[in-house]
């Protein structure tokens, strides 16, 4: 139920969209909003192969963080 909770919470919803507003309005490369998110979520960087993956899959997706 807690799954279910996140994927259809309209407060959850919210406070990524705000996350997004905050970090793409940083004006960093998505490199450094990587590390502010990380930071802001989980009070660390990320290790380098958390960082391989979320830079890859930016990369498959063909867009940069962006707020659509």
Sequence with gaps: ???LYL???DFVRASA???ARWVVASGKNDDERL???Y???LGRKP????RYAALAF???SG???TLE
Excluded at 47 to 50: F, G, M, N
């Design 63 to 65: 867009k940069e963080l």
């Design 1 to 3: 139920t807690q799954a």
């Design 35 to 37: 590390n502010e998110l």
């Design 7 to 9: 994927m259809n919470s």
């Design 39 to 41: 930071q802001s979520a």
């Design 17 to 19: 969209a705000a996350t």
């Design 58 to 60: 930016l990369k498959a």
């Design 47 to 50: 290790s380098s192969e958390e």
